[in-house]
């Protein structure tokens, strides 16, 4: 990881100086760095060696900061990670076309790993990752799109991610044979990993969340606490969930008031239950690879995925 990091800064920078200093502000400002970790761990799991996965490991934390650069100007959001978001700081413009040029040196040094495989896996992430932004913006403000709408929201946006971290690992390891339950077993990490985000919006604190409490609420989406508050809530549930999400009027004790809510119609718990069975189906896909100290490390990921909440 210490060579993924140095290898991170060393391809943000540019002769433009508002690009390494716009880039820098989101990759400096922390985060778990759960998606090279999971590149790294994969290609050792089946015995890689060389450089191919440290480079890899950066393309995958590239791609995943420029999502987060796009999605701070889509959702108008105004924190990030505990800070502004860069578009509080250098505006709107600044992150759509900083978040480019990552995804451009993405792309550069998968072509420099030399893998069709790995750059096709890749590509067809960032494609679907598209996919996901505009389906979720289709449905925004709207709580009758319904849970099929949301997980097919969340397995492109965030789990496709998840899925092509892992995926790589097999492929650059000559371990193809593994590429599928290892693809697997990313997806529905990724899967587990939102709905725990999910819960954390009303359930969590600022500073482990990396944005304000209630940010989903305030940005009027439709996550799967809210959609089931709605549906199992009485009338003048509903009235606060088409206030707060269709028209978006929240108000600060809204979201303190949106919490209780979650929690008494039993969503919180659901959802909480949800994430743990993807957890369970990521453990049983690694119960597929081969035994070793790295599969044991990676089923401590799942775990501490899933524990976030406490």
């Known amino acids: 990881m210490s060579e993924v990091n140095a290898l991170i800064l060393r391809h943000a920078g540019s002769d433009v100086a508002m690009i390494p200093e716009v880039a820098d502000h989101l990759i400096s400002s922390g985060g778990k760095r759960i998606r090279p970790m999971l590149t790294l761990a994969t290609a050792s799991l089946f015995g890689y060696r060389g450089n191919g996965d440290v480079m890899l ?57 030399g893998s069709l495989e790995a750059l096709g896996v890749f590509s067809n992430a960032a494609a679907t990752i598209s996919e996901g932004e505009v389906r979720q913006l289709a449905g925004a403000k709207n709580l009758s799109v319904g849970e099929g709408h949301y997980m097919a929201v969340i397995d492109a946006k965030t789990a496709a991610l998840f899925a092509a971290a892992t ?45 304000n409490v209630g940010d989903d609420l305030r940005e009027g989406k439709a996550t799967l606490p809210v959609l089931l508050a709605y549906d199992r809530g009485d009338e003048d549930d509903r009235a606060f969930w088409r206030r707060c999400i269709e028209r978006s009027e929240v108000h600060d004790e809204d979201v303190l008031t949106a919490a209780e809510r979650v929690k008494a119609t039993g969503a919180l718990d659901d959802t909480r239950k949800r994430a743990q069975a993807f957890a369970d189906a990521a453990l049983a896909d690694l119960s597929r690879l081969p035994d070793s100290e790295m599969r044991e490390i990676l089923e401590e990921v799942v775990a501490f995925t899933v524990s976030r909440l406490h």
């Open 57 to 113: 490991a950066t393309a995958v934390e590239y791609m995943h900061t420029a999502t987060l650069l796009h999605d701070d100007v889509v959702d108008e959001s105004d924190m990030r990670r505990g800070r502004p978001a860069a578009r509080k700081i250098w505006g709107n413009q600044a992150s759509v076309l900083v978040g480019d040029f990552l995804l451009g040196q993405a792309f550069r040094l998968m072509v420099d790993v």
């Open 167 to 211: 995926a790589a690992g097999p492929i650059i390891a000559g371990a193809s044979a593994y590429r599928a339950p290892t693809e697997s077993f990313g997806r529905n990490l990724g899967l587990a990993f939102q709905l725990i985000d999910d819960v954390l919006d009303f359930s969590g604190d600022a500073s482990a969340l990396g944005k």
